[in-house]
């Protein structure tokens, strides 16, 4: 039977509420109610065939009616004038009357005046947050024990925009430096809305909530070790330092290694007037805040594969002289034994790849030499790495010497 059923009719209304539709109405005052609920009744037909069933679902969707019940759904009854059975009275429409009779129906009654105890409570304290309210209204009963805290840690950074402050040292009644990490996504949205400035780039990255809203960062700290032992600092070769202070260092080193895997950077040889970064990932764009880099010969080492070209493309945009090092096609072929299946390619547009090395990232992304081929960094054997700074000469000094040009340290070794 694909009669509408009294189930059906509190289903229809249920999704309003999971929708936030109701929530939504509440707050923007738009009216929702009286609703005609969508409705399949019998054709003249099956009053004929099964008049039976008809009785029966008649007397069903009366039961759960308002009429009977005191809430819930209304029926409009309409008459038809069949030709065997004569004048009848049938549903011909299911309404619901008004707000307070959806609710009831689904139960949520309490929830609904929990959320306008809270909403209200927030439109009072942030009038700029009426609108987010009608577009997330369910996001707010999701954290409605946590509400108050919520709203005092809006306050706080609205009255605070330009604290300078670590998160650690903000002082809020109630509120601990977890209960704003674990929110940050929430409380940044409402606090950009309760400011005014909700409509401003949303900042990406593991820093964007203290950069966005006036916080001192976690600053971000470079890895290196220093490959030849004249340039050591203090007899110290291994460090790990802010990027500001990385910027200032105070030695001169004329080549730079740049790899991502610690393992490469803690094993990486020793190499007359050169230093290895290690660990950045993505963050090697950090390395554009480091001035005296933009005159060192710098070698790029990342994994053979998509991710790894892109973030040499990344790196060349900064620094146009990077060239790659064990990222050419003959590296690549001379390990197929040690190729693994990289999880989610990168397939976007790279502009800083000379022929060589774009014809490669193109068969990469194409499947040309197999199934989302991925040769990680660590995988190629550390002879091949010996061979390599073997055969790249002593360091240049000149910056004219350090212009970009297609040649791939690797190739043919």
């Known amino acids: 039977m694909t009669w509408t059923t009294p189930a059906d009719l509190v289903s229809q209304v249920t999704r309003l509420w999971t929708r936030g539709r109701i929530l939504c109405a509440i707050v923007s005052g738009e009216p929702l109610f009286p609703r005609r609920l969508l409705f399949r009744r019998p054709d003249r037909r099956a009053m004929a065939e099964r008049f039976g069933d008809v009785r029966e679902w008649i007397r069903a969707l009366e039961n759960g009616s308002k009429a009977k019940r005191g809430f819930g759904y209304e029926i409009d009854w309409t008459e038809i004038n069949h030709r065997q059975l004569g004048r ?8 619901i009357p008004g707000e307070r009779d959806a609710l009831r129906l689904i139960g949520k009654e309490k929830a609904a005046s ?27 009963l999701e954290h409605a024990d946590d509400w108050p805290r919520v709203l005092a840690v ?13 998160l650690r040292q903000v002082d809020i009644p109630g509120v601990d430096t977890k209960f704003i990490e674990a929110r940050k996504s929430l409380l940044s949205e409402l606090i950009g809305l309760a400011r005014g400035d909700g409509s401003e780039e949303q900042l990406s990255g593991a820093r964007s909530f203290e950069l966005r809203h006036g916080l ?7 890895r290196f070790r220093i490959l030849d032992a004249r340039l050591a600092i203090g007899g110290m070769t291994d460090l790990t330092v802010p990027v500001m202070e990385f910027a200032n260092l105070g030695i001169s080193p004329a080549r730079v290694f740049v790899t991502e895997n610690e393992t490469n950077g803690l094993s990486f040889p020793d190499v007359t007037g050169s230093i290895v970064i290690f660990g950045l990932g993505y963050g090697a764009e ?18 053979i594969d998509t991710h790894g070209f892109a973030m040499l493309d990344r790196v060349r945009r900064n620094h146009p002289q990077a060239q790659a090092f064990l990222m050419d096609r003959s590296t690549l072929l001379a390990h197929r034994t040690l190729w693994g299946v990289e999880p989610s390619p990168y397939v976007g547009e790279l502009t800083c790849l000379p022929d060589e090395e774009r014809a490669l990232y193109d068969d990469l992304c194409s499947d040309r030499l197999g199934n989302r081929v991925r040769l990680e960094q660590e995988h190629v054997r550390f002879g091949r790495l010996e061979q390599t700074l073997r055969g790249i000469g002593a360091p240049r000094t000149s910056a004219d010497d350090h212009r970009w040009s297609p040649k791939t340290l690797g190739d043919g070794g």
């Not at 009848?88 to 309404?95: D, K, L, T, V």
Request: proline content about 8%; some cysteine; hydrophobic content about 45%.
């Open 286 to 303: 950090l390395l554009s805040d480091v001035p005296w880099l933009g005159d060192r010969e710098i070698h790029y080492w990342g994994d």
């Open 216 to 222: 001192r960062a976690k600053p971000a700290l470079v």
């Open 154 to 166: 809006v306050a706080w950074f609205k009255n605070h925009p330009r604290s300078g402050l670590y």
């Open 114 to 140: 929990r959320f306008c105890t809270l909403a209200q409570a927030t439109m009072d304290a942030f009038p700029t947050l009426k609108g987010w309210l009608a577009r997330r209204p369910l996001t707010l």
């Open 88 to 95: 009848n009275r049938i549903p011909g429409a299911i309404i």
